[in-house]
Nanobody
């Protein structure tokens, strides 16, 4: 069984910083990709950042230069450091992982429940 649990989030003023974290449990689960998505009510879920097992990162254009994704492969955790936050960053942030749950050879996605980030003065 695989569980994805986010932490962090909350209320921050524009220009401030916040970090959201995600821990993955499941000893037989080998993670290939870690991702952070976000969603605003009434809008489609958006991929914010991605990091793979090799450390390669990708970011949405809207967050490049402001957000940093990092992961601890041994601890099966991933962080999203968000700096210079804007009101339009307000959303529910979801952690997702893609990988292999042994003995399956089919890659699967697992999602957390989400954590709210609100940027407001």
């Amino acid at each position: 069984q695989v569980h994805v649990v986010e932490s962090g989030g909350g209320l921050v003023q524009p220009g401030g910083s916040l970090r959201v974290s995600c821990e993955v449990s499941g000893s037989r689960f080998r993670i290939i990709d870690w991702m952070w998505h976000r969603q605003v009510p009434g809008q489609a879920r958006e991929l914010v950042a991605r990091i793979n097992a090799g450390g390669h990162t990708e970011y949405a254009d809207s967050v490049k230069g402001r957000f940093t994704i990092s992961r601890d492969y041994a601890k099966k955790s991933v962080n999203l450091q968000m700096d210079r936050l804007k009101a339009e960053d307000t959303a529910t942030y979801y952690c997702a992982v893609n990988g292999l749950l042994e003995p399956s050879i089919k890659r699967q996605d697992y999602w957390g429940q989400g954590t709210q980030v609100t940027v407001s003065s």
